[in-house]
C-alpha cells in the first residue's frame, strides 16, 4: 500500500513537473498561449516536492539502498510513459498517468 | 571570451562523442543487449532445458530433503560433500551436487570429482537434461565476448566501458539543457526526432548508465590495474593471495578434515532449530562438508536477500547439531572494499524481486536504444546532408549497411540462439558450442545480408527486411516450443508456471513489436516510392524516403522490443 502511495506521489511529480516546462505545459493546454512564470515556478516546487516524497517513502519502506534503487529505476520507467503519453496523447497525459497507476495498482494487488 | 571557449569546449567534446561513440557502439550495443538478457540467466536457461519437470509447489522443503538424502546415500555413498540447492526464488530445480573422492589415480593420489544432478520432484529420480550455453552464455558474453581468451576480452570490454564511460560524460556536457528537455520528444522531424530519442534514452536511466558503467569498470580492476595492488602488496603469487586473504575475508573458519571418523546427523535434525529461528521453507541451499569426520559440519544459505545484502548463511556441527557459526557474508569494515561490494551488488542486482528485475531489464534496453539511435542519428545526419550534396560518402554507406546488421540482426541471431536450442536433437555431443555458433554464424549474414542485396534494396527496405525476420523468427518461438516440448503456453498458463510462460509471451510480444516497425516501413504512404531505388540510386535527394515519424516508431519498437 505504502508502495502505492510512492507511486501515486510520483506519477504526479513527474506529471507536474512535465507541465512547469513551457513545451509541455502548451502540448498539455494548447488553448493557453502564455502560462505565467509564476504558475511555472509553483508547478516546479510541486514536482520537486511530490518527487521528493515519494523517494522519502521508498527509502523508508525498502532502506536506504534498496530503496533508491527501487526509486531509480520505477522513476525511469514512469518517465519513459510521460514522454509517450506527452508526445502522442498529450491532452489525455493527466488521465493516462493516473491510469496507469490504477492498472498497476490493480496488476499486483493490495500486497505491494 | 568565456563563451567562445565554452563554445569550443562544447565543439570538442562533441567530436568526442561523436567519434569516441561511433567507433565502439557495436559491441557496446552487443554487451548492452546480451547483458540485460542475463538479467533473467537462470530463467532463460530454465526455458532451454525443457526436460526440468515444472515446479510442484505443495512439496515442502522437509520432504525435498528427504528425497535428495535419499537418492545421495544411493549414488554417492563415500562422497566427502553433499549439497543440495533448493527450487527456490530464482532456482527452478532441485539439483545435487557431491564430491567424489573414491577414484584413485595411478600415481596414488585421490581424485577429487564434483558431479550432479536434477531430481524429479514427484518421483525422486534423476532427471537427464539437455546440456545447453543457457542464459548464462548469453550473460558471461556480456563481458568474456567469444572464441577468444577471457583476460583478453576482459581488457577488450573494460576498455569498451571506458569509451562509454567517455560518451556519457562528454553527452551530458554537451547536452544543453538535461531539464528543460527532460520530457521532449518531437516525432516525424527526422533527425530532431533521432536525436530527441537518443536524449530521452540516455538521460531517463542516467543514474543506471552511470552505475552500470563505472561498477562494471571496477568489476575488473584487478585485471585492468594490477600495479596498484603490486605497488602495495608486491609481484609475485604469494602476495597476491596476501591481499586476497586481506580483503576477501571468509567469516566462516571450516575446520578441514581431523581423520577421525563419526557418525553425522542427518539434513533433518537440524531443520527444527532452523525453522525456529528463521521461519519454514526459507533454505536456499544446504550442504555437508568432511562427511564421515568428526569435523563435518553442515552449512546452509538462507532465501532472499536483507535490503542490497545476502541473507547470512549458518554453519552447524554435522555431530552434535549446534549452531557453531551465523557468516554475513564475509565482509570486513574496509570503506573501500564495502564500496566496492555496493558496486558490484547494484551492477548484478541479485537482490533484485521480480519487479525490480524487469526494470532493471528494460533500463538496460533503454541503454542498447540509446546507442541504437546513436548510431542511427549518426547515418540519418549525414544522409540528409548527402541527400542535399547528391553525394553519399563511402562511409556514410558503410556505417548504415552495419548499423541495420548490427541492430536487428543480433536480435535476429539471439532468436535463433533459441531455435538452434530447440532444434538439435537433445542428445547431440558439441549442443553447447553450436548454440553459439549458431548465434555467431547468423549475426555474420545479418551483417554480410545488406551487402548482397545492395543493388536490390534500399536501407529502408532492408532495416524492413530484418525487422519481419525478427517478427517472424519470436513470434514462431512459442510454436516450435509447442512442438517440439511439453511446456509449451498451453500447459505452462495453466499451472502458474510464470517464468516458462513469460519467457513466450514476452517473445510474443518483442515479435509483435518487430512486426510493427515492419508494418510501418513498408506500409507507410510514400514509402512505395523506396522500393523502384537501389541503394547506389540512393545518392539522389529524393529518393531518400526514410520518414522520420517511420524511424522514430520502427526503432522505439526495436527497443523496447530488445
Known amino acids: 500500500m505504502m508502495m502505492l502511495f510512492a507511486l501515486f506521489f510520483m506519477f504526479v511529480g513527474l506529471i507536474v513537473f512535465s507541465l512547469s516546462m513551457k513545451r509541455n505545459f502548451k502540448q498539455c493546454y494548447p488553448q493557453i498561449k502564455r502560462p505565467s512564470l509564476r504558475l511555472l515556478f ?15 517513502l521508498c527509502v523508508l519502506m525498502q532502506g536506504l539502498g534498496l530503496g533508491l534503487v527501487i526509486w531509480f529505476g520505477a522513476v525511469t520507467i514512469a518517465s519513459l510513459l510521460q514522454v509517450i503519453f506527452l508526445t502522442y496523447r498529450p491532452q489525455w497525459t493527466i488521465s493516462s498517468s493516473l491510469i496507469t497507476l490504477l492498472c498497476i ?8 | 571570451m568565456s563563451k567562445t571557449v565554452n563554445g569550443n569546449f562544447r565543439q570538442s567534446m562533441k567530436w568526442l562523442h561523436t567519434w569516441a561513440g561511433l567507433t565502439v557502439a557495436v559491441v557496446l550495443y552487443f554487451m548492452f543487449i546480451t547483458g540485460s538478457a542475463g538479467y533473467f540467466n537462470n530463467e532463460i536457461t530454465y526455458w532451454m532445458q525443457p526436460e526440468i519437470p515444472l515446479i510442484n509447489n505443495e512439496i515442502d522443503q522437509r520432504e525435498m530433503i528427504a528425497i535428495a538424502e535419499k537418492r545421495l546415500a544411493k549414488v554417492a555413498p563415500n ?21 567424489d573422492v573414491s577414484n584413485q589415480a595411478e600415481d596414488g593420489n585421490i581424485v577429487e570429482e564434483w558431479n ?46 571506458m569509451f562509454m564511460l567517455i560518451g556519457l560524460i562528454s553527452g551530458i556536457v554537451i547536452h544543453k539543457q538535461i531539464f528543460k528537455d527532460f520530457f521532449t520528444f518531437r516525432k516525424g522531424k527526422q533527425q530532431h526526432s533521432w536525436r530527441d530519442m537518443h536524449n530521452v534514452l540516455s538521460v531517463l536511466p542516467l ?26 602488496y608486491g609481484a609475485g603469487e604469494d602476495n597476491q593471495a596476501r591481499f586476497n586473504d586481506v580483503v576477501f575475508v571468509q567469516d566462516a573458519e571450516h575446520k578441514d578434515a581431523a581423520g577421525i571418523a563419526a557418525k553425522n546427523i542427518s539434513f533433518s535434525r537440524i531443520l527444527a532449530d532452523v525453522e525456529q529461528r528463521w521461519g519454514e521453507n526459507q533454505i536456499a541451499y544446504i550442504g555437508i562438508e568432511n562427511r564421515g569426520d568428526i569435523n563435518a559440519h553442515i552449512e546452509l544459505g538462507l532465501h532472499g536477500y536483507d535490503g542490497l545484502d545476502d541473507k547470512p548463511s549458518l554453519t552447524y556441527n554435522a555431530v552434535n547439531g549446534e549452531l557453531q557459526h551465523v557468516s554475513q557474508g564475509g565482509r570486513t569494515p574496509s570503506a573501500a572494499k564495502k564500496f566496492y561490494d555496493l558496486m558490484i551488488m547494484l551492477h548484478e542486482g541479485k537482490f533484485s524481486g521480480s519487479i525490480l528485475r524487469w526494470l532493471y531489464f528494460i533500463s538496460g534496453l533503454m541503454g542498447a536504444g540509446m546507442i541504437a539511435t546513436g548510431m542511427i542519428l549518426w547515418a540519418t545526419k549525414r544522409r540528409e546532408r548527402a541527400d ?17 546488421g548490427s541492430i536487428v540482426g543480433l536480435l535476429i541471431a539471439i532468436a535463433v540462439y533459441f531455435w538452434v536450442n530447440r532444434l538439435l536433437p537433445a542428445n547431440f555431443s558439441e549442443r553447447e558450442s553450436w548454440e553459439i555458433n549458431g548465434l555467431f554464424i547468423c549475426w555474420s549474414i545479418m551483417f554480410a545480408y545488406p551487402y548482397f542485396l545492395a543493388n536490390k534494396r534500399t536501407i529502408n527496405q532492408l532495416w524492413g527486411d530484418q525487422l519481419t525476420i525478427a517478427a517472424i523468427l519470436y513470434g514462431l518461438l512459442p510454436a516450435l516450443n509447442f512442438l517440439t516440448t511439453d511446456n509449451h503456453l498451453g500447459n505452462t498458463l495453466f499451472s502458474g508456471s510464470w517464468v516458462l510462460a513469460g519467457f513466450d509471451l514476452t517473445m510474443l510480444v518483442f515479435s509483435l513489436c518487430f512486426a510493427y516497425g515492419a508494418y510501418l516501413i513498408f506500409h507507410k504512404k510514400g514509402n512505395a516510392v523506396a522500393a523502384t531505388h537501389t541503394i547506389k540510386e540512393n545518392n539522389s535527394s529524393n529518393s531518400r524516403v526514410k520518414s522520420a515519424d517511420v524511424n522514430v516508431v520502427v526503432v522505439k519498437t526495436a527497443e523496447l522490443a530488445k
Do not use: C, Q
Not at chain 1, 42 to 51: A, D, E, W
Not at chain 2, 210 to 231: D, E, H, K, N, Q
Open chain 2, 388 to 404: 542535399k550534396k547528391g553525394y553519399a560518402s563511402k562511409g556514410l554507406i558503410l556505417v548504415e549497411r552495419l548499423n541495420v
Open chain 2, 79 to 99: 562422497a566427502s560433500e553433499w549439497w543440495i540447492d533448493f527450487p527456490i526464488g530464482r532456482e527452478y530445480a532441485l539439483s545435487i551436487w557431491w564430491k
Open chain 2, 207 to 232: 543514474p543506471f548508465h552511470i552505475m552500470i558503467t563505472y561498477s562494471g569498470l571496477l568489476l575488473f580492476m584487478f585485471t585492468t590495474m594490477p600495479s596498484v595492488l603490486t605497488a602495495t
Open chain 1, 105 to 112: 495498482a490493480w496488476l499486483t494487488g493490495i500486497n505491494v
Open chain 1, 42 to 56: 509553483i508547478f516546479r516546487l510541486i514536482g520537486y516536492l511530490s518527487l521528493s516524497i515519494s523517494i522519502y
Open chain 2, 116 to 161: 550432479d544432478e536434477l531430481l524429479n520432484l514427484n518421483t525422486g529420480e534423476p532427471v537427464t537434461v539437455r546440456k545447453t550455453g543457457g542464459g548464462d552464455t548469453l550473460y558471461y558474453m556480456h563481458y568474456a565476448l567469444h572464441y577468444i581468451p577471457s583476460v583478453l576480452a576482459y581488457w577488450i570490454t573494460s576498455l569498451f566501458a
